[in-house]
Structures are given as C-alpha cells and as structure tokens.
C-alpha cells in the first residue's frame, strides 16, 4: 500500500504526503522507544541492519588504544568489524563462555583494563540459544565507566528488554527478526549525550542551508533517503507485538 500510494521522502516536501510518511516514521520511533523503554524516541536511529547498527559503534568511537570485551559467542557483525579495527591499534578480549555459551557478569572482572572502553555482548547467542544476563553485565560496566552496547539481534521483540532497568548505553536491534518487520531495517538506541563519529554526511531535510552535519538527533546519523517503505513495515510487526504481548510471544 505505501509503496503504491505514499512513497513520498520524509522531510523533503511541504505537502500532504510527505507529511503522511514522516508521521508513519516518526510512530514506529515512538512505539520502539515504548517498545525498549528508551527516555525518548529521537534516540532511536534508524539503520539498514543490526550489522549497520554495530558497525556504527566499533567504527564511529572505538579509538586506537581502546581495549573492547566481548564475548566468545558473538556474532561476526561483532567480530570481523573489531579485527578490522584490531589492525588500526583496537584491542580486544573474548570473555571465554561455559560449554553451554553461557558467561556471567563476574566473567568481565578479570578481564577489564585501565583502557577498557566498551563492552560488546549478545544477549542470546544466534547457535546455542544462550542468554546473558545484561542487565548485570550493564551494572559492572556501569561500575567501572565503560560503555556497554547490548546485540538484541536474537532476542528484540521476543523477551522483555527495559532499558530503564538495563543500564546499557546502545541497543542494536535487527527489524526482520523478532520485530517482524521487512529485511533491509535496523535500529540503534544511543544513549542521550553519547557521541558517535559519522560514518556518513549528507542531506537529512533539516538545516538545509547549512554546509555542516546537524547536531540534532535522530538526523545527525540518518543521512540520504530513509527506507521508508521498510520502516512503514517494520511499524506493522511492532503494533503485532504489542497487540499480542511480549509475554505471550
């Protein structure tokens, strides 16, 4: 139907369809910032993947220098981005998981350093199924000033993710999967005051008479044409889930 009827680009025009289509993106953002429990919805960017979503964290703030924990089940959305990074001077440590890909948050301890910046972790792993407790990996990262990015690939839209409860700073989430949306969508929950690096520039229908990227969010990350058909879809399957429940999923 959008895409017969409304394929108009948000932002861009002052007329009835377009304002159409930015009202359809902006009620998927509001129903995933309810969805997460986010503070506010202009933190939640949209991405063409989870991998985008990943990439945009281990490419647009790890530094050389850096020291990273992730798990040894992560996914290589995870990994092969971080041992691109290892090359420029990135390092990184994978937490060792029980036989059943199970890793607790005492796990980290012994791993963090004085240049530990991030921690990276799934909350289930797409092979075994196994959860990670991230709401106490969230605490010890918290504890300790390092910034903890939780990969919901595997589990967004199917359990319960309270990100008032779960001190995580970035939350990466796919729209095929458990959000029921259409191949092709991502998201990536910034916590307020983080600052990522731009992976892209470019026009955002805001400020358009300025030469330099805009602040605000969500725009200072969603550069070009948005995937508006996607995310119009993607806004179908998150009603679907609070329609039926988390629970009941």
């Known amino acids: 139907e959008f895409i017969e009827n409304g394929a108009f680009n948000i932002n861009r025009g002052s007329y009835e369809g377009a304002y159409e289509a930015g009202s359809a993106v902006l009620d998927t953002r509001e129903m995933l910032k309810d969805l997460f429990n986010c503070p506010n919805s202009k933190n939640v960017v949209f991405t063409p993947s989870v991998t985008y979503s990943l990439n945009f964290f281990i490419k647009g703030f790890l530094k050389p220098g850096d020291h990273v924990l992730v798990t040894s089940v992560e996914h290589n959305a995870v990994m092969r981005p971080l041992v691109q990074m290892e090359k420029l001077g990135v390092e990184f440590d994978a937490v060792p998981c029980d036989e059943e890909g199970g890793v607790t948050a005492d796990d980290f301890r012994a791993y963090i350093k004085e240049n530990t910046k991030a921690i990276i972790t799934t909350h289930a792993s797409n092979v075994c199924g196994t959860l990670v ?6 605490e010890i990262a918290k504890s300790h000033n390092i910034l903890y990015l939780v990969d919901a690939s595997q589990t967004a839209g199917v359990y319960n993710i309270d990100l008032k409860e779960i001190s995580a700073d970035m939350l990466a989430a796919p729209g095929h999967k458990g959000l029921l949306g259409p191949q092709g969508t991502g998201i990536l929950y910034i916590r307020e005051g983080l600052n990522l690096n731009i ?31 996607g995310i119009v879809g993607l806004n179908e399957g998150v009603k679907f889930i609070f329609k039926e429940g988390i629970n009941k999923i």
């Open 133 to 138: 407790d991230i709401k106490s990996v969230s």
């Open 199 to 229: 992976l892209k520039e470019g026009g955002t229908g805001s400020k358009s008479e300025d030469l330099f990227q805009p602040e605000i969010l969500p725009d200072k990350y969603e550069s070009g044409t948005h995937n508006t058909p």
